[in-house]
């Protein structure tokens, strides 16, 4: 079992429709997650950090956690063609250490 | 610029060559981090800094690999003898704090491609 697991996509939405992206990980002692963008052929960019359980929202951006369930997730509302890129769910396993475990990532295309 | 800086970006080396990947991180950054992207995959990790100190470098995937931080801002990861299989793209990350609830930003990254 993978540490950190992602459909590695491609999920296809329409442009305007709510995007839903989903991770799910191996250690219950976990304690910071993370998602990333990246662009083909570009680095990540830290797009929402949540840290208890529950929704934290920022702008058209939710990431929702369930420690109970190891699952995080990423809905992207009004989902436009810029938003197509692959997206990483990261994972601190915990232990007071700051190594971060990355998915495989999720290809969102947004069809205008 | 503010960011995290890389050089060089694209490196072309041939099979057994040394090559020296340099990471200039956010200024005031304690902690920086190395990874390695395949293709089609996550960033995998490979060696963790804070301040001067190497305090984990267990993804480093041979005794080839050698990173260092000597005056705890900018890095170099060096990678001897390279062998095709390096071929990745490698990534430099900084955060401001120690501790589990950081945020890491990356640089642009160093393409490497070992013929």
């Known amino acids: 079992q993978k540490e950190v697991e992602q459909n590695s996509g491609p999920l296809s939405v329409p442009e305007g429709a709510i995007a839903s992206l989903n991770c799910t990980y191996s250690d219950r002692g976990s304690q910071s997650f993370f998602w990333y963008r990246q662009y083909s052929g570009k680095s990540p960019e830290l797009i929402m950090s949540i840290y208890s359980n529950g929704d934290k929202e920022d702008g058209r951006f939710t990431a929702q956690l369930n420690k109970a369930s190891q699952y995080v997730s990423l809905l992207i509302r009004d989902s436009q063609p810029s938003d197509s890129a692959t997206y990483l769910c990261?994972?601190?396993?915990?232990?007071?250490?700051?190594?971060?475990?990355f998915g495989t990532g999720t290809k969102l295309q947004v069809i205008p | 610029g503010a960011g995290v800086s890389q050089s060089p970006r694209y490196k072309v080396a041939k099979r057994g060559q040394d090559v020296a990947l340099r990471c200039d991180p956010i200024?005031?950054?304690?902690?920086l981090f190395w990874y390695q992207q395949a293709l089609g995959q996550g960033p995998e990790f490979l060696t963790y800094?804070?301040?001067?100190?190497?305090?984990?470098k267990s993804g480093l995937p041979s005794d080839r690999f050698f990173a260092e931080r000597p005056e705890g801002s900018v890095s170099t990861l060096k990678i001897q003898r390279t062998q095709q299989e390096d071929s990745a793209v490698y990534l430099c990350?900084?955060?401001?704090?120690?501790?589990?609830?950081?945020?890491?930003?990356f640089g642009p990254g160093t393409r490497l491609t070992v013929l």
């Open positions: 990350a900084s955060s401001a704090i120690a501790g589990r609830n950081n945020e890491q930003f």
């Open positions: 990261a994972v601190n396993m915990g232990g007071g250490y700051q190594k971060v475990t």
């Open positions: 800094f804070q301040n001067e100190a190497q305090l984990d």
């Open positions: 200024s005031g950054h304690v902690s």
